[in-house]
């Protein structure tokens, strides 16, 4: 059980953010011999995945290249790729599939750094999904009230500190957001008393056995700070 501190959870609305002096990028710009590859790693920060062999299936974090705004090939044949011509900057960024299913992958904190905030873009086959149903037969394009939100919840051990929910696309209140141009998030409201990030997706398009859409986002452009 987590226990859970007094605290209110914020919605992170797309911003241009000010930035902390000294403040890093981590912009995931490492040399590559594929189009994607399972979790990263550096001195800062790990980003969690599973694998599961016997049965090829994954969750977590994924670094990826993978570049293709055409709709019809949002399928889950192309799951690592973005909806964008580029990455946020260089060539590489990542991609998360949160499985509702088993436990959510972390941004683990390998230092005591504090994230400031993020840029996120939807992925092919999430934008295809929510756009059209004749590209997928299980989830239905969205409508007035729905909404498609990444959230941040900041943990120390099994104590919540901090949340920020990042709206990636949001049809409430005569809204039509959507993250496809790798739209910049305050992580602000994380706190600074955090050794890891867990992260979870959310949809309004839900079923008999959980969520309909394809529960991913790309993210880039990192920015933390001590």
């Given at each position: 059980?987590?226990?859970?501190?007094?605290?209110?959870?914020?919605?992170?609305?797309?911003?241009?953010?000010d930035?902390?002096?000294?403040?890093?990028?981590?912009?995931?710009?490492?040399?590559?011999?594929?189009?994607?590859?399972?979790?990263?790693?550096?001195?800062?920060f790990?980003?969690?995945?599973?694998?599961?062999?016997?049965?090829?299936?994954?969750?977590?974090?994924?670094?990826?290249?993978?570049?293709?705004t055409?709709?019809?090939?949002?399928?889950f044949?192309?799951?690592?790729?973005?909806?964008?011509?580029?990455?946020a900057?260089?060539e590489?960024?990542?991609?998360?599939?949160?499985?509702s299913?088993?436990?959510?992958?972390?941004?683990?904190?390998?230092?005591?750094?504090?994230?400031?905030?993020?840029?996120?873009?939807?992925?092919t086959y999430?934008?295809?999904?929510?756009t059209?149903e004749?590209?997928?037969?299980?989830?239905?394009a969205f409508?007035?009230?729905?909404?498609?939100?990444?959230v941040?919840?900041?943990?120390?051990?099994?104590?919540?500190t901090g949340v920020?929910?990042?709206?990636?696309?949001?049809?409430?209140?005569g809204?039509r957001i959507?993250a496809?141009?790798w739209?910049?998030?305050?992580l602000?409201?994380?706190?600074?008393?955090y050794?890891?990030?867990?992260?979870?997706?959310?949809?309004t398009?839900?079923?008999?056995?959980?969520a309909n859409?394809p529960?991913?986002?790309?993210?880039?452009?990192?920015?933390?700070f001590?």
């Amino acid at each position: 059980m987590f226990a859970v501190a007094l605290l209110g959870i914020v919605a992170c609305e797309p911003d241009s953010v000010d930035h902390k002096p000294n403040t890093e990028v981590e912009n995931f710009d490492v040399a590559m011999t594929q189009e994607s590859t399972y979790g990263f790693e550096n001195e800062v920060f790990e980003f969690e995945y599973f694998y599961n062999e016997e049965y090829a299936y994954w969750g977590g974090f994924a670094l990826s290249n993978v570049k293709d705004t055409d709709p019809a090939n949002g399928l889950f044949a192309n799951q690592y790729a973005v909806f964008n011509d580029s990455a946020a900057s260089g060539e590489n960024f990542l991609i998360y599939y949160y499985d509702s299913f088993n436990e959510p992958c972390d941004i683990v904190l390998k230092k005591p750094v504090h994230l400031s905030d993020v840029k996120l873009n939807l992925t092919t086959y999430t934008y295809a999904s929510i756009t059209n149903e004749a590209i997928n037969d299980f989830a239905r394009a969205f409508t007035d009230g729905d909404y498609l939100k990444v959230v941040f919840t900041a943990m120390r051990g099994n104590d919540i500190t901090g949340v920020d929910e990042c709206y990636v696309v949001d049809y409430r209140d005569g809204k039509r957001i959507m993250a496809t141009d790798w739209t910049e998030y305050s992580l602000v409201n994380l706190g600074s008393d955090y050794d890891h990030v867990r992260v979870t997706i959310e949809t309004t398009d839900i079923g008999e056995w959980g969520a309909n859409t394809p529960l991913y986002i790309a993210l880039d452009d990192l920015v933390y700070f001590l």
